[in-house]
């Protein structure tokens, strides 16, 4: 019987792997130029930390965790995201009473929801993401926001708008949502069964809903702008405007509110300017109560994730980038059976001095040799024949410039070292992405 992978999953293999290898390094790269170091956390946590983080309001919560009771009657839950689990590991480890504030971190890591896949969403997706913790300045947030767009700067990524909202502070959200309560229970009759559920617990919510139907009632609905109070609105302002000095255009969006319920302050996602709309690319936003929602002091934070699957998709589609290929530094070909047992002794040796080798077993003409090893993007390709085995030397060639030279195995050690060199100066020379 065939067993399928599981609705939603995905395998990334060999040069796929290489492209979210890729970009993954391109992200890590991005976030320590930010002063951010890594965090890693565990993908099972328990399953109330995320009712009382992402909220009992959320699509996310409601309808899309992965959730599970384990041997022990316990019930937990596969991370849907991993803002709840950076803050959960900041009270388990006390990391503020003995680090500098703020704490900036960053992850890249698998989360699940159970959502409905197509193109860019999947039930088993990843996630690179940067948490700041303990700075109430404004800047913060800026920084947030601009680490993301250098992001997608550095993906060569360039047709990108940056939407971006506030949803105000503790006060201005109340007024808010009582406005919002007032308008929607005069329509709700008309609305779907999710916003019904939504006006009760959180009628922000209901901004979000897809349903076409429910579209024109939303539109009409109070705005957020009209609510915020002078010092939130001053700070979002701020916002904006440091973001203008260092070159970062913004669309203000005031039906922008997020799917999680942690948000206060400003929130903002990265969406495709043109081609294909996959949804956002990555979203995040400022969260005055998170930490201590989740038992830890009174700090507030901001952070950001982005999808990489989506940084894949639209990498792939928009970048000019070239993705460079590390395959073997030497392929060795030998033709008949002779040669490739001398091979073998010499790709142990090689290995051993530290130089990728990759070769044949079977026997094989030299011109299929040759277009597997440049299938394998090697950098050269060894040629053992009767000739180079008579006179205890080898033919290389380099697979980018047809060069062809032989090699005294005596020297062998010493030569291959300036021709890799010589080769890579090469390669720097040209655009590429990752080294
Ligand atoms: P989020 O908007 O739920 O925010 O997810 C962030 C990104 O993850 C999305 O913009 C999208 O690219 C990607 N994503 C979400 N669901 C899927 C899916 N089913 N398949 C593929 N990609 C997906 C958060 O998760 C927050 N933790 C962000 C944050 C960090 N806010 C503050 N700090």
Redesign the pocket.
């Known amino acids: 019987m065939v067993i399928n992978p599981v609705k ?1 999953t995905h395998d990334i293999i060999g040069e796929e792997a290489n492209t979210y290898s890729a970009i993954e390094y391109n992200c890590r790269i991005v976030a320590e130029l930010f002063g951010y170091q890594e965090i890693r956390t565990p993908i099972i946590e328990h399953t109330p930390l995320f009712l009382r983080s ?1 909220g009992e309001s959320s699509d ?1 919560v409601t309808k ?1 965790m992965y959730t599970f009771d384990d041997k022990g009657g316990r019930s937990i839950t596969l991370r ?5 689990g ?1 803050m959960r590991s900041i009270v388990s480890n006390k990391l503020y009473a003995n680090t500098d504030l703020p704490l900036k971190y960053f992850y890249i890591g698998p ?1 699940f ?1 159970y ?1 409905r ?1 197509q193109a ?8 690179f ?3 700041a913790i303990g700075s109430t300045s404004y800047l913060q947030d800026v920084e ?1 926001i601009a680490l993301g767009k250098r992001v997608l700067d550095s993906l060569g990524l360039n047709k990108v708008k940056v939407l971006i909202n506030s949803l105000g502070d503790d006060a201005s959200r109340e007024n808010y949502r009582a406005a919002l309560k007032e308008y929607f229970a005069k329509h709700i009759d008309q609305m779907c069964e999710d916003c019904k559920r939504r006006l009760e617990i959180n009628p922000l919510r209901i901004l979000d809903c897809k349903v076409p139907e429910d579209r024109p009632i939303i539109e009409g609905a109070p705005k957020m702008k009209d609510y915020l109070s002078d010092e939130a609105r001053g700070r979002f302002e701020n916002i904006i405007d440091a973001l203008k000095k260092i070159d970062i255009e913004v669309e203000i969006d005031d039906t922008l509110v ?3 319920d ?2 206060t302050g400003v ?1 903002f ?2 969406h495709m300017s043109e081609g294909d709309d ?10 005055n109560n ?1 930490l201590k929602e989740v038992g830890g002091p009174d700090l507030e ?11 894949f998709y639209v990498f792939s589609k928009e970048s000019n980038e070239q993705i460079y290929v590390n395959g073997p530094d030497f392929y060795l070909m030998g033709m008949d059976q002779f040669a490739i047992e001398q091979n073998f002794t010499l790709a142990n040796i090689l290995r051993g001095t530290g130089y990728a080798i990759d070769m044949n077993y079977e026997t094989k003409s030299f011109k299929s040799l040759f277009k597997i090893a440049d299938r394998k993007h090697s950098k050269f390709a060894v040629i053992v024949g009767e000739d180079e085995i008579k006179n205890a030397q080898l033919t290389v060639k380099n697979l980018k410039t047809q060069e062809q030279t032989t090699v005294k195995v005596d020297d062998m050690l010493m030569v291959f070292q300036s021709m890799l060199k010589e080769y890579v100066e090469e390669l720097e020379k040209g655009e590429t992405f990752n080294g």
Request: charged share 20%; proline share 4%; aromatic share 12%.
């Open positions: 939603g992402v996310i899309e849907p995201e991993l803002t709840a950076v989360c929801r959502e896949p860019g969403r999947y039930r088993q997706f990843h996630q993401g940067i948490e947030v997020r799917g999680l942690y948000y929130v996602e990265y996959v949804g956002a690319i990555g979203g995040g936003g400022h969260y998170l934070g901001v952070g950001l994730s982005f999808g990489l699957e989506r940084l």
